[in-house]
């Protein structure tokens, strides 16, 4: 048995089971070793009912005095009570829970474990967990893993599954040599591995993520310095000179480029007339301008006789693109075959594209990971753009530009991030910044504000919409969860209509719809055939819609800062004033301080500093920074020290032995190799 083996290695996992697990991205030992706890719970003392306030998660000992009552609402069935606690008393709830009735008994005391939420003037417990004296007497004081479960995967079948695995695993050998774990204060991967899943206490827990977060980026930055070397042997056989459409579109523009603009197409410029292939990051804040830029390097790529693509991560954005493209080369008398490729196209219309793309008719090409398809072949691509770029793995990245002959890469983010954590973790690109706003940009007006305001909001956002201008809410859940109380879009919608005129549109949209039900959302949201659109993250990735005026954020303590910017990014993009409302349920004095960052700051790159000064350890398994890079277990902010160590260890390493082959590297060397076969297209980069 080794890392690679499958989970039916292990007794007690079949077939059956295995396909339970592998819904959750568990296929090998290894997979189940690097599948780590998103958090971690405490459990405390528990507390009389008068103790309590909305929002906490808490505990209270008692009894249910009368069997509980169970009755049907919409498409719950709700089974409610009352605990009862020496002279004090709170109400209960769960949803879809009826057996609850049977399984506990009246006068019996229990422990019911669960989040506290208001109602009116009422307190009541929401969805507790139920255990007996002892067990929770066992629990108390000891750090419990929460792991992101799916259908059928239980924490139990988790913690046997592990169990066996460390126990039948050969941990004897660690590839990192001692030196580097004494000089970076770094526990043996045994322990680190075993600790992560089954902690005593926070210093444990502490010390076993240290060392898988110095891992994560460890190898994260030596692949991305592999990249970098290999790119840098290679030159292309085509050569490129300034073409005159680029300055025509930049003349034909209805406003004058930034100098920040300026600077970075410059520099792309002449990083497409060298003989080595370019490979350029451009970061720009929301409404920076980066789309402009992307044109014209595809108008350089087709003034020189070859073919740019740009690929995009959703169909709705890549039509966007594709029509504003078109529009301005119109507008601006230049002659460019431009072509869309998306998966929703019909046979007919997809045929004709390919034959377009094949013969070399279509300079320019624009569409989503469609562009990447087998059945694409291109005529003389030189030129690969990709948009929002977090949103695609290496590999797809790398998938396109194989599609030609070492083509030029650029990769486009609008994620803010300080500089000095970009050079590390965009170390297989050369880094551009747009750190400059067009002057017509209105400031979005911000508040952070606590559930309290929801009914004035709403009052706000039905003037907007009165006014012809539409909104979005946002909601970080899709449908209730028994683990966690937050504001889910399936729900909100429906209350959402009843609360406004029927006049007013009423739609949600989240990532579990298919693509055809989220492309039609968008497409009727854009044309403003809905005014309000209820959505989870999905929206993150630009979509244009100049007429959204309102940005409301449910749960916004739930979200990383960058992520909240990039939400907030999606208003303020017409001529009217916009506004984001960022609500909390939170009494933390450290989250309303993280949110008022937000209030006070429309400036990404300002932002993700602030952030980087206020996250430290209490933040690790808090909310995480969505959007910037997808590590397991890693947080380029929280973790930034951690980084900057891994970095100058893999620097000095590669300086000793640049092919990792030697003896004291060579188990590096081994695990590099493996880690970016299997690996590397899942961070996002």
């Not at 194989?402 to 965009?426: D, F, N, W």
């Not at 929280?638 to 980084?643: E, G, K, V």
Request: charged fraction near 25%; charge should be neutral.
């Amino acid at each position: 048995m080794n890392r690679q083996s499958p989970l039916t290695a292990l007794k007690g996992i079949g077939e059956k089971t295995a396909r339970v697990f592998a819904k959750a991205g568990i296929f090998t030992l290894e997979d189940l070793l690097e599948y780590y706890p998103r958090s971690y719970d405490s459990f405390q003392e528990p507390v009389m009912p008068s103790s309590l306030r909305d929002g906490q998660t808490a505990a209270v000992c008692g009894t249910i005095e009368k069997p509980l009552s169970v009755r049907r609402l919409n498409r719950y069935q709700v089974t409610t009570g009352k605990i009862r606690t020496g002279s004090e008393q709170i109400a209960v709830t769960w949803f879809n829970m009826p057996y609850l009735r049977s399984t506990i008994q009246p006068g019996c005391r229990y422990v019911f474990r669960g989040r506290v939420k208001q109602k009116g003037q009422n307190l009541f417990l929401q969805q507790p967990a139920v255990y007996d004296l002892y067990e929770y007497a066992s629990r108390t004081r000891q750090l419990q893993p929460v792991y992101p479960l799916v259908s059928g995967l239980t924490l139990n079948m988790l913690r046997k599954a592990l169990q066996q695995t460390l126990e039948g695993l050969d941990f004897s050998s660690d590839f990192l040599p001692e030196q580097i774990r004494q000089r970076r204060d770094l526990a043996d991967y045994r322990y680190a591995v075993s600790k992560i899943h089954f902690p005593r206490d926070e210093k444990e827990m502490l010390a076993a993520r240290r060392r898988l977060v110095f891992d994560e980026f460890f190898f994260f930055i030596l692949g991305i310095r592999k990249l970098k070397e290999a790119r840098k042997e290679v030159c292309h056989s085509y050569v490129l000179k300034p073409a005159e459409d680029t300055d025509r579109l930049i003349a034909g523009l209805p406003y004058q480029l930034t100098g920040a603009q300026k600077k970075v197409w410059a520099r792309i410029e002449a990083d497409m007339q060298k003989p080595q292939v370019m490979a350029r990051l451009v970061q720009g804040d929301v409404g920076s301008g980066k789309t402009v830029i992307a044109f014209l390097a595809l108008l350089m790529a087709a003034g020189n006789g070859g073919q740019g693509a740009l690929m995009v991560p959703t169909e709705v954005l890549a039509r966007q693109h594709y029509e504003a493209f078109c529009a301005l080369t119109r507008k601006c008398g230049i002659a460019c075959r431009a072509v869309l490729l998306t998966g929703s196209l019909k046979a007919s219309e997809k045929r004709d594209a390919y034959s377009r793309i094949e013969s070399g008719e279509a300079s320019v090409i624009i569409g989503t990971h469609a562009l990447i398809q087998e059945k694409v072949r291109y005529h003389r691509l030189i030129l690969v753009i990709t948009d929002e770029q977090h949103r695609f793995g290496v590999r797809q990245r790398e998938a396109l530009a194989y599609k030609g002959e070492q083509p030029h890469t650029l990769v486009m983010s609008a994620t803010p991030i300080p500089r000095t954590l970009a050079v590390i973790l965009y170390g297989d690109l050369d880094v551009s910044v747009i750190d400059e706003l067009p002057a017509s940009r209105l400031p979005i007006k911000n508040c952070v504000v606590d559930t309290g305001f929801r009914e004035k909001a709403y009052r706000f956002i039905g003037k907007e919409v009165a006014a012809g201008h539409q909104a979005y809410i946002i909601c970080p859940m899709v449908e209730e969860s028994e683990a966690i109380e937050a504001e889910n879009v399936t729900d909100y919608a429906e209350s959402l209509r009843e609360h406004f005129p029927p006049s007013v549109c009423v739609e949600y949209l989240h990532g579990k719809m298919k693509a055809e039900e989220k492309n039609e959302i968008m497409e009727r949201f854009v044309e403003n055939r809905i005014q309000i659109l209820v959505s989870t993250t999905v929206i993150e990735v630009g979509v244009n819609v100049p007429n959204a005026t309102v940005m409301m954020i449910e749960n916004a303590e739930r979200f990383g800062l960058a992520q909240l910017h990039q939400l907030r990014g999606r208003v303020g993009r017409g001529d009217s004033q916009s506004y984001c409302i960022m609500m909390h349920s939170a009494d933390s004095e450290a989250v309303k301080k993280r949110l008022e960052i937000l209030n006070r700051s429309n400036d990404g790159f300002e932002i993700a500093r602030k952030d980087l000064e206020l996250r430290g350890p209490g933040d690790l398994f808090g909310v995480r920074q969505s959007g910037i890079l997808d590590f397991q277990i890693a947080d380029p902010f929280a973790d930034a020290a951690l980084m900057q160590a891994a970095n100058e260890e893999a620097e000095k390493i590669l300086e000793e032995d640049p092919s990792l082959s030697g003896e004291t590297y060579r188990k590096i060397g081994e695990k590099l190799i493996s880690y970016m076969k299997n690996d590397m297209e899942n961070l996002n980069i």
